[in-house]
């Protein structure tokens, strides 16, 4: 015993399905600033957000004796 499923409508929820994930990717990635449409442009920006957040990882942070001995 067969079940026969109609292929058009199956086809129809499919593509609508697709093109579902498609949009919300490209949302998703313009909101996080991303054109999803340039390739390779994704790694440039995270060499440079890792270079960034490294060069603020080495600066000196203030302490409060500086504060401390300009006083006395």
């Not at 929820?13 to 994704?42: D, R």
């Not at 920006?45 to 960034?52: C, D, E, L, N, T």
């Not at 600066?59 to 001995?69: A, D, G, N």
Request: no cysteine; hydrophobic share 45%; aromatic share 4%.
């Amino acid at each position: 015993m067969t079940i026969l499923v109609p292929l058009k409508p199956v086809a129809l929820v499919w593509g609508l399905l697709s093109a579902m994930i498609l949009v919300g990717f490209i949302a998703s990635s313009m909101l996080q600033g991303k054109n999803p449409f340039t390739p390779g442009a994704a790694v440039s920006q995270s060499k440079g957000a890792k270079a960034r957040s490294a060069r603020a990882e080495q600066q000196p942070k203030r302490s409060h004796e500086t504060v401390e001995s300009s006083s006395r």
